[in-house]
């Protein structure tokens, strides 16, 4: 008996390492030389890999493909259908396997849903993109960004919340009650 849950009609290639109290539901594929990380969930129809590295506490809803080249950091949220890609100029007859572009999600980052993450990108820690973004650029730490193409409309705290920075450039999350501290366009913990 495992520590983690495979639904019957999913299916998890062998060298896969999967964490414990991680639930992958219905039509869902795994391939080889993939690791997931603890208290991970995945929706129905979710494909992961190969050689995909995924941290602890991600989410994954329905319909999500995570190519080779992605990285995932602990505690990330994807929305149902958002989107990554692997190659920069895709041709259905020119095999590009040795262009594959990293692409990182940092830490607490959130992604909605139908948002498309161009690959060789960063979407950095506790960032907010909006659903159906389409993300072309680096994406700082904390930043909130919408729209195609992506742009930055303001930042979010831990809890996902709007900041509204004052004249002394700090702001406080009305969840957490965290401070933040603006300097040099860079959002901290204050």
Request: with cysteine.
């Amino acid at each position: 008996m495992s520590d983690f849950f495979v639904h019957e009609s999913s299916y998890v290639d062998d060298n896969v390492v999967i964490g414990k109290n991680t639930k992958i539901w219905h039509f869902s594929h795994i391939l080889s030389y993939t690791r997931i990380g603890e208290n991970c969930s995945f929706g129905q129809n979710c494909v992961v890999g190969p050689r995909v590295t995924i941290g602890n506490g991600v989410k994954t809803q329905n319909n999500i493909s995570i190519y080779e080249g992605v990285t995932i950091e602990d505690d990330v949220f994807l929305g149902p259908s958002m989107v990554f890609t692997n190659v920069i100029n895709p041709r259905s007859f020119i095999v590009r396997r040795e262009e594959f572009k990293k692409t990182l999600l940092k830490k607490g980052c959130s992604i909605g849903a139908n948002a498309t993450i161009v690959c060789g990108n960063t979407i950095g820690e506790y960032a907010f993109v909006g659903a159906g973004t389409v993300v072309i650029h680096d994406v700082p730490d904390y930043a909130l960004i919408v729209g195609n193409p992506s742009r930055q409309i303001g930042w979010v705290s831990r809890a996902g919340h709007k900041l509204n920075f004052n004249a002394d450039n700090l702001a406080t999350c009305p969840e957490t009650k965290e401070r933040y501290l603006i300097e040099e366009n860079k959002v901290k913990l204050f």
